[in-house]
Each structure stands twice: as structure tokens, then as C-alpha cells.
């Protein structure tokens, strides 16, 4: 017992790696929530009429809103007034290359072990790079270019392709969706944008990181993804944050608009600052993502290793409205300290044979609490959907809590629906037959947890399973309860 | 965190003029209903009024209710919001009522009154009027604040029935509460019943509801079980009355020390029924059974919820539902475990498994796991579909029609529940009823 507990110390005495922030000068709107902020945000990013009135619009229905309070997590309210909507690292504008881009910023990335350099980089993989409010540089964006893909900033893409913003800008995610959907709607800074063109197979993974740097800021960005007929593509999402003792603010937006036979994977490794082992600080992610099956025959795969963050609040969903559509949603949430989780995922099957698919494992250790709140819901007129959800909780800890919260809505009689959950504990028969193979019991830990994640991390991107391998071993190192 | 959560479902709100009611209509209705209360329990009554005000009737807005529209219903189907008086229940018509081949001691209601004359009882059980027990400690099990339909029942019950079972007493025959129900259209029946059961003792309680007519009435029952330390309580619903009734039942427990509760709840017809039953497992060794049968058609809507609070450690529950739905029914299932922090090694099981027979039915579940300890074995599935095609086509190539092959299979499907009903009579009505229904294809 007192080398678990030794264990457990080691485990909670963990510091947070990407916890350092750097001084650069920041341009930054000042502070407070009114509408001559968002006036003065608009400004500054040059926009259009349309999308400064579409923002007003939000920034109204929102201030109608409540915040809600039906997740199972429990936190201090944050001031949104006491908040900074904007801030950007000050820079020569809009750098052609990377040799443009402040030096002192492409160190930042270096240090996150993520190379801007593309002629060093040997996996192909195109990034956007998000620093507090705004993208910071785009890469292999010529490469992509030949193929009429089309990835590039959110502001860029509001000046080169209005239309296309237009099009489907809030068309997954109405601006009057909810609390901080709408808040997103009024105020965010920046975000990526693609489009992959009918017919195109995207040849190499595209990819965004985010990361708050300054202060008391809020990080709103909208991520916006069209894949047209027939197209492919597969998007990653990275995210760190420095330790600092104040919550902040995480309300991103993520849309998926999917044409028929397209395919879109969108994998997420979240590691926002999580808080210090007394629960101080850290990151609240609130954020909204949902996709749409708008063709028949297209696919759309969530994938999410949800490692950081104080407070997680977010439920990537599907809208399967294209007949024969295809919605998966794999997610490994570990959850430690003081951490709290409440996440998972709506499956709304509304074509014809649609099929969806839920893979949710949870890890709680230390004394937090990880909830799967699921919802899975089948139309009148869905005929033969099928859907499988298993929701699976490891506990390491006496101290942690699991929580299941699966909704299941059935209203045609030829849906085939399956939910399975379990939560238990290590086995100390499992740990003991590793020990008696000479394995050390937090290398069997590391072991079981590993194949209970497997089925998620199988579905990763090569290079981001390693990654996100390497965090799960991390955060739960020798958490044997 | 727990008390947090709570309040979201119920909001309370102390100004009384502000009441979460639907319409005015309503709020007049009730107060009617408060008036006509006797003036017995008096300090208790009051506890409920205000509490019930505080949380009012539950909106679909309230997470608990989300998908039955209660208060809606109760205005359309009730005229009336009076209390029901009892009427005239002959020898013969509770004869006919009992089950084939039933032998224990019966106990007759009408709208919620309890008849004695027509009442028997046996040794070591002590069956009285709540009003002859003034010391009940009513409400202390199902808390008002729970639930508004506790809060309303305790604010406006007529009487009650208190049973209590000797220590070391094991009835080998069951306690069949025979609950007669006519009005004459609209009104309220509140049935409160207190059970103890002493330590080691033993017995099975029948709960069942008849509709004398076909008059839309509204029940609000609330039942109270305390169980002593090893003592083995089974208690049986069935729910068999007509289409226009609107119940909501609660039945809440305690079960102590290595002590045992089974309960199974049958519905069959009615229009909307809740059902909300919560396992108290306050004891170590404690084991709590729930297992429920739907068999909906027509328009009838069920509800049940349950919940089970493991407090302890070294306590199991184990969960089975099983519904089948035909016409335009809906069937709403939401199972709640509740595992506290200091209950480790506990085992939960929970199981709902629906079959859909026609285009128009609609099935919400949630099965719904809360665990606050790790050393938990804990595990819920949930499933929604139709009959295996494959079964079908092998039982007609046998030679077997479609009717009949499809009543076989939902027979089977059904027969998992029923097969945990000890009682012989019961079982045996329970499965012709079923039989009858699946003959007459659904």
C-alpha cells in the first residue's frame, strides 16, 4: 500500500511539461465583453459587413442566454467581462513564408516540439498554427494548392473565399446554437479553414495547433472543414496552454460539412494545462463540435485523446443526414488531480440506413471526475439505423468518480441499437499475473491501460498515436489505486 | 457536488404565486385538492404543501420528466381534482378478482381506503390504518423533496395502510394488496402504504390495481419499506387497469444489513404511468433485485425510473427491464446507479432490453451509472431492436405461422422477467394475460 501511495504521489507531483509562456508583444483588445468589442475586433481583422453584423447577431442572441448547468461538473463561473477577447502576437502582416514569421514564435512551436519547417519536416503533414487569438502561419499551403485544397487561416479565408464562408459558416453550428457556441459566434478571432475540392483525396494529414500564451485571454477559434463530394481528408488537432494560476478560457467551434461518398476524420489530441495537483488553475474547454453527413454515403470519424484541460465540456456529434451515412466517435478521456470531464458525443441519425459507431473509454484517477454523456437518437423516417456504443470507465483510485449519462431516443422500430458500459478498476489479478512475468506493476499499469485505449488509438493518425501513447503513459505513470 | 446537481432538477422556488405550473387551470385544481385534505397528520401535510409548491408540477423542461408530459395529461384527462371516495367493493368482486389458484392473505382498497371488513390477516402480521399507528415515521424514507408527486402525496393522502411483520416471521403465503379503483371520472386517488418488516423475516407483497370502470382517474401512490436486518422482501406491481388512467407511483426502501429486496413491476395497459422506484442500500451484504416487464399498446405511455444509492460497501444490485412496444406507444426507462465513495466493492448490474413492433412507437433509455468509488464492478446494456429475422424464418420452415412464431419469440423474450416471479399464481395469471395478448397479435 505504501508504494502505491508512493506511486500516487510521484503520479500527482507530475508538472504539467508545456507549462512555460514566453514574452513576445501582443496586440491586444482591451478588456471586457460589449458590442464595441466585438466592433473593434472585426475592425482589426478587416472583415466584411456581412460577418460583423452576423457577430452582432450572435453577440444578441447570447446575451439572452443563460449559462448552462446541466453538466456534471462543478466549477467557479468564469467573468466574462474580466476576460480579453483578442490578442495577437505583434508581427510583420501577413507573413508570404515562414521566413516573415517572428523568429520568436517559430522558437515558441520548436519548443512544442512542432516544426514549422517544412523543408525539415519528413512526415507531410500540413499545419495551421493558432497563438492566443490568431493563426500564425500555414504550411505546405502551395503543395496543397495544386490540388485546389484549400487551407489557410479563418481571416484569410473570409477575404480570398467569401463565399465559400458564406456558404457554410454556421450551417452545422447555428450561431444560435448554445451558451458558448453563440459566445464564439460574437468574438472569435481566428481559426482554420478548409475546403478539399469534389473527387480530391488530400495527400497528407492537415493539421492545426492551438495554443493560449497570454493572460487572461479567452481563445475563441472556429474551425470550419468542407469536404465535398466524393473527398477525403484527415484533420488533427493539437492544443497546449502555459500554467498559470487563473482558469482560462477555451470555447472553440468546430464544423463539419461532409458532401455525399466524402470522407472526413478528425482527430484531436487535447492537452490544455490541466491545473496544478491542488486543482488551481488550468484551462476550461468548452467546445462545441458537430458535423454533418450532408451527402449520402459520406463518413465522419471523431477521434479525441482528451488528456489536459481543468474542466472538459464537449460532445463531438454527427447529423447523419445523407442516406447510408456513417458517424464514428472514438474518445480516450483521462481525467487526474482535480480534473473534471463531461464529454462524449450525439449520434442523430436521420437518413436511411445510417450507421453510427461510439467507442468511449474513460480513466479517472487522483480525485477527478469523468462523465461519457451520450446521446443517440434515431429519427421517424431513419430507417434500418444501426448504432453500437460501448462506454467503458477505469477507476485508479478511491478518490475518483465514473459517470455514465448515455440517452437513447428510438422512434423507428427498425433501428438495431446497442449500448454496452462497464466500470471497474484494475484487476489485481491482471497486475499480479504481470508482476509474476517479471513485469514491474507500473509497467503492467502502463500495459493495461494501453490495451484498454488500443481501440481508440488504433484509430489515430500514425504519427499522433505515438503522441498521444507517449501523454497516456504520462499522465497516468504508476497510477496504480 | 450531489446537492448541486439536485437542485437543477427540481429549481426550487419559495414564492408559492410563482409555481412552475403549465397552465392557471391547474394551479386551481390542485388547491381544490389541498383543501378537501382531512386534517389527520396535519404538520406533515403542511411539509408536503410546501414543498410541493416549491417544486411544482414538473415541466418536460425538468430533467426527471423530460419526456412525460405529466402535468399536460393530468389537465386533459381530469375534470375533476377531488380526492375519490370509497365505494362499494362486494365478497364477489373480490373473488373474482384473485388470481387462480391464490392462497395468502388478501387485503382490499378501494380508491386507496382500506376495506378491513373484507380483509383477512395472519399471524405475526399486524395490518392497521395509518391514523391507528399516529408514530409512523412517514416521509422519513420517501423524502418530499425527491420527488413532487411524494411531496403532493404526503400534502393530500386520505389514509394509509401500515403493515408490519413480526421479527423471525417468514409468511410462506403472499400479501396481495387488492387495489380497486372507480371514480366517477377525474379524480385524485393517493394510496400511502408503510411496510416494516422485522429482522429475518420474510415476505411477498402483490401490489395490484383494478379498474372497476372505464372513468379516467389520477393515482399518487407512495409506498415505504423498511426492511430489517436480513430480512427478504419481494414486492410485486402489476398494472393492469384501464386506458385512461394517469398513475405515478413511488416506491422508495431501505435495506439494511445482509438484508434482500426484490421488487418486479409489470405494466400491461394504461395511459400514462410513472413508476419511480429507489433502492436504499444502507447495509453491507444488502442485495437489491429490480426487474420490470412492459407490454405497451394503444397510446399507453410508461415511465419508469429507478434509482439505486449503494451508501455501503459489499453491496449488489442487479437491474433487468424488458419492454415491447406496439401501436403508438412510448416507453421511457432511465436507471440510475448510484455508487457513493465509501461503497467499494460493490457489484451493479443493469440490463433494459426493448423490442419495437410498430412504426409508431417511441423508445427513450437511459441507463445511467454514477460512481464515486474503484473498487467497483459495475456494468449496464442497453439494447432497442426488433426480432431476429433469422428465429422467425426457422420457426415458419418448421411449419410454424408468422403469428404464432412472432408470439413465441416475444414469449421468450418476455419470459426472462417473468421467470423471477416465485409466485406460482401470479406467474401463471401473468403469463395467460401475455398469452392472450400475443395470440390476439399484440
Not at chain 1, 487569438?133 to 503543395?143: G, L, Q, Y
Not at chain 2, 417511441?362 to 460512481?371: A, R, S
Amino acid at each position: 500500500m505504501s508504494k502505491d501511495n508512493q506511486i500516487l504521489e510521484n503520479l500527482t507531483s507530475k508538472e504539467y511539461e508545456h507549462g512555460w509562456s514566453v514574452n513576445y508583444e501582443a496586440d491586444e483588445a482591451p478588456l471586457g465583453l460589449n458590442e464595441d468589442i466585438i466592433r473593434w475586433i472585426s475592425a482589426k481583422k478587416e472583415e466584411p459587413s456581412w460577418l460583423l453584423e452576423w457577430r452582432l447577431k450572435a453577440f444578441k442572441t447570447w446575451q439572452a442566454m443563460k449559462e448552462p448547468e446541466w453538466s456534471n461538473v462543478n466549477y467557479r463561473k468564469m467573468d466574462l467581462q474580466a476576460l480579453r477577447y483578442y490578442s495577437a502576437p505583434k508581427q510583420s502582416k501577413n507573413p508570404k513564408n515562414l521566413k516573415e514569421v517572428d523568429p520568436e514564435l517559430i522558437a515558441i512551436y520548436e519548443r512544442l516540439g512542432i516544426s514549422l519547417n517544412e523543408q525539415k519536416r519528413l512526415q507531410g503533414i500540413a499545419i495551421d498554427v493558432v497563438l492566443d487569438s490568431v493563426s500564425v502561419a500555414t504550411t505546405f499551403k502551395e503543395t496543397l494548392g495544386k490540388l485546389g485544397i484549400i487551407f489557410c487561416s479563418f481571416s484569410e479565408a473570409v477575404k480570398e473565399h467569401p463565399d465559400l464562408i458564406k456558404k457554410y459558416l454556421g450551417s452545422v453550428i447555428p450561431m444560435t446554437d448554445n451558451y458558448y457556441a453563440s459566445l464564439n459566434a460574437a468574438v472569435f478571432s481566428d481559426g482554420s479553414f478548409c475546403y478539399i475540392p469534389k473527387g480530391v483525396r488530400c495527400p497528407m494529414e492537415l493539421s492545426t495547433y492551438f495554443r493560449i500564451n497570454a493572460a487572461n485571454t479567452g481563445q475563441f477559434e472556429r474551425t470550419l472543414i468542407v469536404a465535398d463530394d466524393s473527398s477525403y481528408v484527415s484533420y488533427l488537432e493539437g492544443c497546449t496552454a502555459p500554467q498559470r494560476d487563473e482558469n482560462q478560457l477555451h470555447a472553440a467551434v468546430v464544423e463539419i460539412y461532409a458532401g455525399a461518398h466524402s470522407e472526413v476524420k478528425y482527430s484531436t489530441v487535447q492537452n490544455w494545462f490541466p491545473g496544478d495537483k491542488n486543482g488551481k488553475g488550468g484551462i476550461y474547454n468548452f467546445v462545441t463540435k458537430r458535423g454533418i453527413c450532408a451527402g449520402d454515403h459520406s463518413k465522419i470519424s471523431w477521434t479525441q485523446v482528451e488528456t489536459g484541460s481543468a474542466i472538459t465540456w464537449k460532445y463531438p456529434s454527427c447529423i447523419l443526414k445523407g442516406d447510408y451515412s456513417i458517424g464514428e466517435f472514438y474518445s480516450v478521456a483521462v481525467t487526474n488531480n482535480y480534473q473534471q470531464a463531461d464529454t462524449g458525443t450525439k449520434m442523430i441519425h436521420i437518413g436511411k440506413n445510417t450507421k453510427s459507431r461510439i467507442v468511449s473509454k474513460g480513466i479517472s484517477a487522483g480525485k477527478s471526475q469523468n462523465s461519457y454523456r451520450g446521446q443517440v437518437q434515431v429519427m421517424k423516417r431513419a430507417h434500418n439505423a444501426r448504432n453500437f456504443s460501448q462506454c467503458d470507465s477505469l477507476l485508479m483510485g478511491n478518490q475518483c468518480g465514473a459517470h455514465t449519462f448515455p440517452y437513447i431516443d428510438i422512434a423507428n422500430p427498425s433501428a438495431k441499437v446497442e449500448h454496452e458500459a462497464t466500470t471497474s478498476k484494475i484487476g489485481e489479478d491482471q497486475i499480479f499475473y504481470c508482476n509474476q512475468r517479471g513485469i514491474a506493476t507500473e509497467d503492467a499499469v502502463a500495459l493495461i491501460v494501453n490495451g484498454y485505449a488500443k481501440e481508440v488509438l488504433n484509430q489515430l493518425p500514425m504519427e499522433f498515436a505515438v503522441e498521444a501513447q507517449k501523454l497516456l503513459a504520462l499522465t497516468l505513470e504508476g497510477s496504480v489505486g | 457536488m450531489i446537492g448541486s446537481k439536485r437542485k437543477l432538477i427540481l429549481q426550487p422556488q419559495s414564492d408559492p404565486t410563482a409555481i412552475r405550473m403549465s397552465t392557471l387551470t391547474q394551479h386551481e385544481l390542485i388547491l381544490g385538492l389541498f383543501e378537501a385534505a382531512p386534517t389527520t397528520f396535519l404538520s406533515l401535510r403542511q411539509l408536503g404543501k410546501e414543498s410541493f409548491y416549491a417544486q411544482g408540477l414538473p415541466t418536460l423542461k425538468s430533467e426527471e420528466y423530460k419526456f412525460t408530459p405529466l402535468a399536460k395529461k393530468l389537465e386533459s384527462n381530469l375534470t375533476e381534482f377531488y380526492p375519490a371516495e370509497q365505494v362499494e367493493i362486494s365478497h364477489k368482486q373480490v373473488k373474482s378478482a384473485l388470481f387462480p389458484n391464490f392462497k395468502g392473505v388478501v387485503l382490499v382498497f378501494s380508491n386507496g381506503h382500506y376495506l378491513p371488513q373484507l380483509s383477512s390477516t395472519s399471524e405475526g402480521l399486524a395490518v392497521n390504518l395509518l391514523s391507528e399507528r399516529e408514530n409512523t415515521p412517514l416521509g422519513s424514507i420517501a423524502k418530499i423533496d425527491k420527488d413532487p408527486f411524494v411531496a403532493l402525496n404526503q400534502a393530500t393522502f386520505t389514509d394509509g395502510l401500515h403493515l408490519s411483520l413480526d421479527k423471525k416471521k417468514a409468511l410462506e403465503s403472499p400479501i396481495l394488496l387488492l387495489q380497486f379503483h372507480q371514480t366517477q371520472g377525474g379524480q385524485v386517488i393517493s394510496p400511502r402504504i408503510w411496510i416494516e418488516a422485522g429482522d429475518f423475516s420474510k415476505a411477498t407483497i402483490i401490489d395490484y390495481h383494478i379498474s372497476l370502470d372505464e372513468a379516467p382517474y389520477f393515482v399518487n401512490k407512495v409506498v415505504e419499506i423498511r426492511g430489517g436486518v436480513h430480512a427478504d422482501i419481494t414486492y410485486h406491481s402489476i398494472q393492469q387497469e384501464n386506458n385512461q388512467v394517469i398513475e405515478v407511483s413511488n416506491l422508495v426502501t431501505d435495506i439494511h444489513p445482509d438484508a434482500q429486496f426484490t421488487s418486479t413491476q409489470i405494466t400491461l395497459s394504461g395511459d400514462m404511468i410513472r413508476n419511480n422506484l429507489t433502492l436504499n442500500l444502507l447495509g453491507s451484504n444488502s442485495v437489491g433485485e429490480m426487474f420490470g416487464l412492459y407490454l405497451l399498446h394503444g397510446k399507453t405511455h410508461v415511465d419508469n425510473h429507478t434509482n439505486v444509492d449503494h451508501m455501503v460497501s459489499h453491496a449488489e444490485s442487479n437491474e433487468l427491464y424488458k419492454g415491447i412496444l406496439a401501436d403508438q406507444s412510448r416507453g421511457v426507462f432511465n436507471g440510475k446507479i448510484f455508487v457513493r465513495q465509501i461503497a467499494q466493492k460493490t457489484n451493479a448490474f443493469q440490463q433494459n432490453n426493448n423490442i419495437l413492433l410498430s412504426d409508431d412507437v417511441i423508445i427513450n433509455t437511459k441507463p445511467q451509472l454514477e460512481i464515486w468509488a474503484d473498487d467497483v464492478k459495475c456494468s449496464h446494456g442497453c439494447t432497442v431492436g426488433q426480432l431476429d429475422e433469422e428465429a422467425l424464418f426457422y420457426l415458419q420452415t418448421r411449419g410454424i405461422d408468422k403469428i404464432t412464431a412472432k408470439g413465441l419469440l416475444l414469449y421468450a423474450f418476455a419470459g426472462e422477467v417473468l421467470d423471477k416471479i416465485e409466485e406460482d399464481s401470479l406467474r401463471n395469471y401473468i403469463v395467460n394475460q401475455i398469452q392472450k395478448r400475443l395470440e390476439s397479435n399484440f
